[in-house]
């Protein structure tokens, strides 16, 4: 089941920018922290960028100064503005939020493909 819908991927060139969207498919419970997450091919699945209510933010080495990840706490929704994209960021975006119930399972996306290729 998608409790989170990921939208914004697509093929863009290298240099190019790219901005993606999580909203929640149905209600879903308070949220605490939200991220945004890769998996390229032939890899493991690596942590983008976290956001968390108050807007602190943290972000992987590999995109930082180029990434900027960004919320709005009444609808729940995660952005993250891709700049500079690199062919090395090419790979299945996927969005998650954390309840703040912990005892509840985090929710997730389906994906969504970025390639950055020529």
């Known amino acids: 089941q998608v409790q989170l819908v990921e939208s914004g991927g697509g093929l863009v060139q290298p240099g190019g920018s790219l901005t993606l969207s999580c909203v929640p498919s149905?209600?879903?419970?308070?949220?605490?922290?939200q991220g945004w997450y890769r998996r390229a091919p032939g890899k493991e699945r690596e942590l983008v960028a976290t956001?968390?209510?108050?807007?602190?933010?943290k972000y992987a080495d590999s995109v930082k100064g180029r990434f900027i990840i960004s919320r709005d706490n009444a609808k729940n929704t995660v952005y993250l503005q891709m700049n500079s994209l690199k062919p090395e960021d090419t790979a299945v975006y996927y969005c998650?939020?954390?309840?703040?119930?912990?005892?509840?399972?985090?929710?997730w996306g389906q994906g969504t493909q970025v390639t950055v290729s020529s």
């Open positions: 998650n939020a954390e309840p703040k119930n912990g005892f509840l399972p985090a929710y």
């Open positions: 956001i968390v209510g108050g807007g602190s933010t």
């Open positions: 149905g209600d879903i419970f308070s949220i605490n922290r």
